[in-house]
C-alpha cells in the first residue's frame, strides 16, 4: 500500500547531541510537512516543501533545519536538541491543490535525556 | 491569522450512544475546515473537509460535520459511537485566501467510549 513511513518509531538523544529524524512517502506527492506535537498540545507546523521550495514557519526555531533530497524522502535535522524538543514528530504529504488531504505518516516520538 | 478551539479536552460517552464535539474557529471569512482523527500510535487521519457549499459534509466511518456561520463553529457529530472510535480528534482550519488548505489544528478532544 501506498504510504507515509516514519523511522524510527521512537529515537532516544542526549541533549545538544544533534539528531535526524526521517520520513520516504510512496504517494509521489509533492508536498512534504513536519509537524511538532507535543503531549495534549495541537500539532504544530514546523516547515513545509512544495517540490524544493522550502517553507519555514516563522515561529520555528533555528535548530530546526530539514532537507529534502528527493520527491520520497524528507529529513528533519535537530542541531541541538534541548529538553522542551521531545515532542512526536509527524511527516504528512499531499498533493499540490486545495483539495488535497494531508497523509500522515505515524510519528516518531523522541527523547531527550 | 485563524485559530481553532476546541473546548472539551476529554469526551466520554457510552458504546451506541451519540456524539457531538465542538469545535470554534476564529477567521475573517469561510475558512476551510477539517477534522482528523489520530488513533493510539498512529499518524493523523482525515474524517471530513469543508470548503464550500452543502453546510452539512458527510465522512469516513459514519461522521459528519455541520459549518454554522453564524456561530463559527464546525462540530462533529456521530448517531451512534463504536468502541473502536476511541481515539484524539483534532478540528483544523486552513486559509482560502492564500489558497492554502495547509491545516492549523486545535488541540484536540480525546473520546473516551465506555461499553
Known amino acids: 500500500d501506498a504510504m507515509v513511513i516514519q523511522n524510527p518509531r521512537y529515537q532516544v538523544t542526549q541533549f545538544g547531541k544533534p539528531v535526524t529524524l526521517s520520513c520516504s512517502q510512496t504517494l509521489n506527492h509533492n508536498v512534504m510537512y513536519w509537524y511538532q506535537q507535543k503531549s495534549s498540545q495541537a500539532p504544530k507546523l514546523l516547515f513545509h516543501y512544495y517540490d524544493k521550495d522550502f517553507n519555514n514557519e516563522a515561529d520555528t526555531p533555528d535548530n530546526f533545519q530539514s532537507r529534502r533530497p528527493n520527491t520520497s524522502f524528507c529529513f528533519l535535522d535537530i542541531r541541538s536538541p534541548g529538553l522542551g524538543d521531545a515532542a512526536m514528530y509527524l511527516c504528512?504529504?499531499?498533493?499540490?491543490?486545495?483539495?488535497?488531504?494531508?497523509?500522515f505518516g505515524s510519528g516518531t516520538q523522541l527523547s531527550v535525556l | 491569522a485563524q485559530s481553532v478551539t476546541q473546548p472539551d479536552i476529554h469526551i466520554t460517552v457510552s458504546e451506541g450512544a451519540s456524539l457531538e464535539l465542538r469545535c470554534n474557529y476564529s477567521y475573517g471569512a469561510t475558512p476551510y475546515l477539517f477534522w482528523y482523527v489520530q488513533s493510539p500510535g498512529q499518524g493523523l487521519q482525515l474524517l471530513l473537509k469543508?470548503?464550500?457549499?452543502?453546510?452539512l459534509v458527510q465522512g469516513i466511518k459514519g461522521f459528519e460535520a455541520e459549518f454554522k456561520r453564524s456561530q463559527s463553529s464546525f462540530n462533529l457529530r456521530k448517531p451512534s459511537v463504536h468502541w473502536s472510535d476511541a481515539a484524539e480528534y483534532f478540528c483544523a482550519v486552513g486559509d482560502p485566501t492564500g489558497g492554502s488548505y495547509i491545516p492549523t489544528f486545535g488541540r484536540g478532544t480525546s473520546l473516551i467510549v465506555h461499553p
Open positions: 504528512a504529504t499531499s498533493r499540490e491543490g486545495k483539495d488535497e488531504k494531508l497523509f
Open positions: 469543508y470548503f464550500s457549499g452543502d453546510t
